[in-house]
């Protein structure tokens, strides 16, 4: 699993859903990089509305326009990006990930 991949939910309790009341929710997969673009144009276009932004689950934090603020932290994700990081290496490099067995000392 790639974890420059992200699952980007947008929660707006004030948009019509089909039933009215009920709270909109968006799921997307997209890049990690594309987060801030894409919460940018929804804070545009859903401009004044009431709604949260989750990575992974999580709540983001937003400004008063909706644009990315930083991403809350979610120590799963790091911890898988950095093994999977390590477990990638350039081909044109003979270099290979350090390991446990490797590592000198």
Known sequence: MNPNIVT???DNRDAMGEDEGKVQSI???VERSAVKHIMAWYGAYYAGDDYDVFINGRKQ???KNGEF???TVDTE???ARTVWLA???HPDSDQKPE???TAEG
């Open 61 to 63: 934090a937003k400004d």
């Open 99 to 101: 390991t446990e067995d």
């Open 27 to 29: 799921k997307l997969r």
């Open 69 to 71: 603020e930083h991403e």
């Open 77 to 79: 994700a790091v911890a």
């Open 87 to 89: 477990s990638t290496s």
């Open 8 to 10: 980007l939910r947008f």
